[in-house]
């Protein structure tokens, strides 16, 4: 049964950093491309952030230079370093596999977690 546990949001001022973490369980990890995705207040769920299996990473160009993603596969765990933390970085964050994980083809997701940025 695959777990995904999402930890470290809060509630920070701009300009200032936090790190997420996500914890997964219950699936593969090492082979797989992981991402960090962010779901604005009445937006569409968007990928933010990626790394494949290999360390290669990618970003949206609105997160590119701020954030940093990173693995450790040995804890199947991924990391999302946000620094210069703006105020549209708000929304609930969630770790997956890109492609996401599934079962049955419905998409399993985290709880995720909530990082609110206030000026």
């Known amino acids: 049964q695959v777990q995904l546990v999402e930890s470290g949001g809060g509630l920070v001022q701009a300009g200032t950093a936090l790190r997420l973490s996500c914890a997964v369980s219950g699936a593969s990890f090492a082979i797989r491309t992981m991402g960090w995705f962010r779901q604005a207040p009445g937006k569409q769920r968007e990928l933010v952030a990626a790394i494949t299996s290999g360390g290669t990473t990618n970003y949206a160009d609105s997160v590119k230079g701020r954030f940093t993603i990173s693995r450790e596969n040995a804890k199947k765990t991924v990391y999302l370093q946000m620094n210069s933390l703006k105020l549209e970085d708000t929304g609930v964050y969630y770790c997956?596999?890109?492609?996401?994980?599934?079962?049955?083809?419905?998409?399993?997701w985290g709880q995720g977690t909530q990082v609110t940025v206030h000026s």
């Open positions: 997956n596999a890109y492609p996401v994980y599934s079962n049955n083809n419905v998409p399993l």
